[in-house]
């Protein structure tokens, strides 16, 4: 160990049912592997991250780094026998939580509150002082060491918490929307400090962002209403999502149903053409994503082109787009210059035909 993370990275499996908050999740993440965690709000994001930090207790579940026990609460696949009940307390875990705010501690300069986990966990104040020095220095912030949290920026009192988190030496770092409370340029700046320092570090991130699963994160996890309902790597999910809240996280339209003839088949009786990649089996559960951009709006059915998927919808919200504007309906997104939606007239309510060529919505198994 050299006054940085620890050399050998170990995994996280956590188990974890609580009855009040109707949520059941189970996760792995492999030793030195950086999981985001996605969801709706309300999906159990926070509760999956505070229960692995110790801040809150499951009805029953597991939960171990490596070799140690973080809680045995007993009640899960693992518990064969009568498990004896474990609780370690949050300061035992070796885990390090950083959320939106830095909370930085108000009465401590810059490089003690950096050196706080070092002199917890027994290092002399100079030594601490010297690992604090190093992590500050890797953050490009060791010049505010002798300030105090109140003489320094958001931006700044994010890079020093990142530094206090790391300096902890965590054998998991948790990450609550770290970037969340920034302003865009500097959340810029410091997820790419991130990116730069978490590379072999075991850690799970929540994030409502899709630049943080991109650049921070090598697997994500979809949570809704409490479950896990998909997890692949994060060019996986990106390009062939297999959750509503995946879909929408990638800028996808979405539709569940069974594949039928050819086409899928949804619970409301919508029937979508595509092209199986591969191709599902009849009747089994498939999904069908496809982008807003090839979604054309128009009065009535083109008759030109004959597009096999043609529906009516209404319009329900125009939202900008960077330089397009997305069309939401009650059906499927579209997006749409703005010049376009001017000559076509659109606003709330009205009525209009979505079609989409086949060749551009890719069917694949649920
Ligand atoms: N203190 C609490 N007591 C009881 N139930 C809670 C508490 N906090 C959250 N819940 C409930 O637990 C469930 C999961 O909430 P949680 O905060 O983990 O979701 P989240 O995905 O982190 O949401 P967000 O993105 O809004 O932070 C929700 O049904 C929520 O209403």
Redesign the pocket.
């Known amino acids: 160990m050299s006054g940085g993370t620890r050399d050998t990275p170990i995994g996280l499996q956590v188990e974890l049912e ?1 009855d ?4 059941r999740v189970g996760l792995e993440v492999a030793a030195g592997e950086r999981v985001a ?1 996605l ?12 229960t692995i930090a110790g801040l ?1 207790r499951p009805d029953r579940g597991r939960a171990s780094l490596g070799e140690k026990v973080l809680f045995d609460l007993g009640g899960t696949a693992h518990d064969r026998q009568a498990s004896r009940r474990v609780w370690r307390p949050p300061y035992a875990r070796g885990t390090s939580l950083l959320a939106q705010e830095a909370l930085l501690f108000p009465h401590l300069s810059v490089i003690d509150n950096v050196g706080f986990g070092p002199r917890s966990t027994g290092a002399g104040r100079s030594e601490a002082r010297a690992t604090a020095r190093q992590w500050l220095d890797r953050v490009g912030a060791a010049e505010l060491a002798d300030r105090r949290p109140d003489q320094v920026s958001g931006g700044q009192a994010q890079r020093v918490a990142i530094a206090r988190a790391l300096a902890a030496q965590p054998d998991l770092l948790l990450l ?2 770290p970037l969340a409370a920034l302003d865009v340029a500097v959340a810029v700046e410091v997820r790419q400090l991130l990116s730069r320092v978490l590379a072999t570090q075991t850690t799970v991130l ?1 994030t ?1 962002e899709v630049l943080d699963a991109l650049l921070l994160a090598d697997r994500v996890v979809v ?1 809704e ?2 479950r896990v309902v998909e997890s692949g790597t994060t060019a996986e999910v990106l390009t062939r999502p297999r959750s509503r809240f995946g879909a929408q996280f990638a800028g996808l339209n979405f539709a569940t149903g069974v594949f039928d003839d050819g086409a899928l088949r949804t619970a409301e009786g919508v029937r979508l053409w595509g092209t199986g990649s591969p191709v599902p089996a009849q009747s089994q559960r498939a999904v069908a994503v496809f982008r807003p951009s090839a979604v054309i709006v128009s009065a009535s059915v083109p008759t030109d082109s004959s597009p096999r998927n043609a529906h009516p919808a209404t319009i329900t919200e125009l939202e900008p787009m960077g330089d397009l504007l997305r069309v939401h309906t009650d059906r499927f997104a579209a997006d749409l210059t703005a010049a376009a939606v001017a000559e076509l007239g659109l606003r709330p309510g009205s009525e209009v035909i979505l079609s989409v060529k086949a060749s551009e919505v890719a069917i694949y198994s649920a």
Request: charged content about 25%; aromatic content about 0%; overall charge negative.
């Open positions: 609580s009040e908050r109707d949520v965690l969801g709706p709000n309300g999906s159990g994001k926070s509760t999956v991250l505070n809150i609550d929307e929540v409502h949570l209403q409490g």
